[in-house]
């Protein structure tokens, strides 16, 4: 048996003294004495009697080795031009004064915090000021509109909230406040106080007797120190909102021993990086890669981390990531697939990688999105490095398809991202619940229990958690792609089996633009498909009806369309296509066509469903894609 078999195996079968064995990589205040407790949660809880805090783990305990003069942190923007690093002791204090400063405010052990910052250092102060009190953060990534953060704000009901000036993107600035305000003002939960990181760029006027300036707290909080508070294992680390099937986002829960466990396992054995080496990993503090490997993983095992402001293209251009590897020693970097396509679109020889020292990187990893073969191949040619996929979602927090270098690096095989991680028993079923036979499609799923790490339910929605996850398959859960397995292990994700599209490796759901469109005061109905797109992967693209009697030109409606979904969900929502149907293609039970209409826009072969009520509308969708066209 091959030594990943083994492992694999060992993590299943002796899931006790595999996972106790791992949790020797985390420095407990009170060490566990067994790894999982079935009767606890929907699933079981992992480390049931662990205490443990994670920014001890991230910070403190390196300090305390020794290592405080060690970098932990490099915040490179060339958006703004410029660079800062901390030493391990540097952000410990800083993290422990802006710790007194959010306890002064209130901030106590369980209560929330939303963070909705650009990528500066002072956000990630905040998030492990967080776990440094016990605090549960939540982060919501720059691109969304109030509307969306005033639904974060409502579920979370942070009691604080931390903020900026402004984001920068390269053709704009992004006023955070005003989004702010509006947010706060559309949500029924209030937080008692903002704090607000004045940016030069652009200056935000502060509100009285709510808002207080971050430079001056943190100034009279110099010298001030605040201890890790002791949180069970099992106690939230950090709620993240990520896209459902409606409108509603799912708040994933993370619990912090398991997380802490699979972060510093997983650091090592997949991304194979060791302490004292730089990780660059080129995502948002938004999203799950962000908190799990620019935020927490390098530091819990004393690597220094790389926080980039910036894009892979036009900041200033393709050579970004390059540059960024040669100038800081990077080893590892971890991005998604779009970003290689659009370096390779900008630069499909490569010149600008020929004018960097590459020499320290030992590996390239993609995750978020489908890695399409041929971007793949480039960059390994590219670079001389293995080009390593992996897949996971926000509930899980680490990967659950790899390929572990750090452990045994197995062989590629393309369109794969590899082989299940240790703890997650990964199976294929039909519809119908049966398991399907190797190399056949239908839903990737995950015997119970998920692995450390992973979710343990959604935050205030436990009935959620268990109908979007549990109930479909009982016994599993639900991931809600579709795949196979091959005769040699290797799985492979080709779809999601629900509403779900990715665009530029971010997770949208069609269902909640569906939602905003049908807001619309002229629309009668919608139907919005992932349209294939050549750099982001997949492109959101509206058929709309009108309602009869509607006499505006739909060129114009349509543009109110597109304003619309951009002021509810973000420019994040890329949508940038409506096009107005006369009627949409259903079955005669009234379900819209939605697989049939993306085929036809991909411009792939499709069949005419057996149970269409009217086949010309098809030709509809049809006419409207080659007008637009
Ligand atoms: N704050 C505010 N707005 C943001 C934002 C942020 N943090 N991030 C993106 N946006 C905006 C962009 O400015 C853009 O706005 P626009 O419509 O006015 O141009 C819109 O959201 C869509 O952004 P994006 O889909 O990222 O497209 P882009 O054209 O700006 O950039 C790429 C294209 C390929 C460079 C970019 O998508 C990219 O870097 N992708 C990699 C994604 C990634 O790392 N994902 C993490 C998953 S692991
Ligand atoms: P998110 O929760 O934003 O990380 O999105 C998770 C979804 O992205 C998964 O359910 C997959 O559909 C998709 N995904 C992430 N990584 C990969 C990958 N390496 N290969 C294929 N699909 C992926």
Redesign the pocket.
Known sequence: MGAYEDLHARSLEDREAFWLEAARAVDWFEPPTRAFDPDQGAYGRWFPDGVVNACHNALDRHVDAGRGGQTALIYDSPVTGSKRSYTYAGLRDEVSAFAAVLQDLGVAKGDRVVIYM??VPEALVGMYACARLGAIHSVV????AAAELAKRIDDAAPKVVLTASC?I????K?AYKPLLDQAIAAASHKPDAVVLLQRPELEAELTPGRDHDWAALRAAAEGRTTDCAPVAATDPLYILYTSGTTGTPKGVVRDTGGYLVALAWSMKAVYGLNPGEAFFC???I?????HSYIVYAPLIIGATTVLYEG????TPDAGAFWRVISEHGVVAL???P??L??IRKEDPEGREARKYDLSRLRALFL???RADPPSIQWAETLLGVPVIDNCWQTETGWPIVANPIGFERLPVKLGSPTVPMPGYDVRVLTDEGHEAPRGTLGNIVIRLPLPPGCLPTLWNADDRFRSAYLDGFPGYYQTSDAGFVDEDGYVFFMARTDDIIN????RLSTGGMEEVIASHPDVAECAVVGVADQ??GQSPTGFVVLKAGVDRTPADIEREIVALV?DRI?????F?TALTVQRLPKTRSGKILRGTIQKIADGEDWAMPATIEDPTTLDEIGDALAARR
């Open positions: 650009p990528m990534f720059g691109g969304f984001g993107e390269p053709t704009r992004v080129a995502s948002d938004g999203w799950v890669v962000g894009k892979p293209v036009g971890f991005t998604a779009t970003a396509r659009a995750a978020g999105e665009v530029a490796g971010h750099l982001k951009r973000g420019p994040v929502a890329a940038k």
